[in-house]
């Protein structure tokens, strides 16, 4: 992964020498609530029928295993409980706002801050077609203004890179912190690490 900037400030990292599991409050909860994506990226690891169909996962679904791991914290006693709520896909973003946002309320609902949850959201999305000025209030206020994105080089083209560009700085302009993560492939090899990396950094 290559980060342009840590979703996270450094007073509020789990320091690496301590151990950090479910039994000491944190847990990674990864979610595809949506498989669909229009883009083909020869990457991907979605069928074409998996990333046409658009089905997505219910609240109700999601409520439900939320409970169950409630009910494990209380059987634990353990009081400090810091979720990573991490969505990625398919395009989360393809549920559209209102969808996203009521899927987001779901969880805060079924984990509030009232019985010691922190909940962080983090979307993985390819910011290509993405309406930026639509989701901003969610980038914004659900997110802490924090969105993450796939860099893969000039694997899928140089059309691709340009508009990803393009929405990079957008999102920048926007007061959005970014990082991303990338598939290594034979073309960031065929670029290497340090143009790579000057490159990204010179998007933040």
Avoid at 3 to 9: C, F, Q, S, V
Avoid at 33 to 38: H, M, Q
Avoid at 138 to 155: E, K
Avoid at 185 to 195: S, V
Wanted: one cysteine or more.
């Amino acid at each position: 992964m290559t980060g342009l900037t840590h979703p996270y400030p450094a007073n509020v990292r789990v320091r690496q020498q301590h151990a950090v599991s479910i039994e000491q409050g944190h847990f990674v909860l990864t979610m595809m609530p949506s498989l669909y994506c229009e883009l083909d990226c020869p990457h991907c690891y979605l069928s074409t029928s998996e990333r046409r169909d658009p089905t997505r996962l219910m609240n109700a679904s999601i409520r439900k295993a939320l409970e169950n791991v409630d009910a494990f914290y209380d059987s634990r006693g353990i009081t400090r409980k810091t979720i990573h709520a991490y969505q990625y896909g398919g395009e989360p973003t393809s549920m559209g706002v209102t969808a996203f946002q009521s899927m987001l309320d779901t969880i805060d609902d079924t984990l509030p801050k009232e019985k010691g949850y922190d909940v962080r959201h983090t979307i993985l999305t390819s910011l290509i077609d993405v309406d930026l000025d639509a989701w901003l209030p969610v980038f914004r206020d659900r997110c802490g203004g924090f969105l993450q994105t796939s860099f893969d080089g000039r694997m899928r083209g140089g059309s691709f890179v340009r508009k990803w560009d393009a929405q990079m700085k957008k999102a920048r302009e926007l007061g959005l912190t970014l990082s991303t993560i990338s598939v290594v492939n034979t073309r960031i090899l065929q670029d290497g690490p340090q143009r790579t990396l000057d490159y990204l950094c010179d998007l933040a």
